[in-house]
């Protein structure tokens, strides 16, 4: 998914980050999900994905964020980092 567009891309490092924060340059970011939404969200060209604990409600189906376990969000996280080839991951 997407490992035409993204293969040309350099990862974004922290480094990379401070350096656009310091020129003033938009950094762009998405909330993904799983590995589909984080794939989309690469080959889009984000320079930042996150995986938030809105994934509670929007992927779990829980009444709200304070029900999501560590656990949990380890595994999406783990996920979306797997689809994101040069997008940072937060």
């Known amino acids: 998914m997407g490992a035409a567009s993204t293969s040309q891309r350099k990862k974004v490092t922290l ?3 401070r350096l656009m924060h ?3 340059d938009p950094i762009t970011m998405m909330t993904a999900h ?3 939404s ?3 969200a690469d080959a889009a060209g984000m320079d930042t994905i996150l995986v938030g604990d809105s994934l509670a409600m929007v992927a779990l189906g829980m009444e709200d964020t304070s029900e999501v376990l560590l656990e949990e969000m380890l595994l ?3 996920s979306v980092s797997r689809a ?3 997008a940072f991951t937060v």
């Open 15 to 17: 480094n990379t980050l």
């Open 22 to 24: 310091r020129k003033g």
């Open 34 to 36: 799983d590995f589909p």
């Open 38 to 40: 984080g794939s989309v």
């Open 76 to 78: 999406h996280c783990r």
């Open 84 to 86: 994101a080839k040069a």
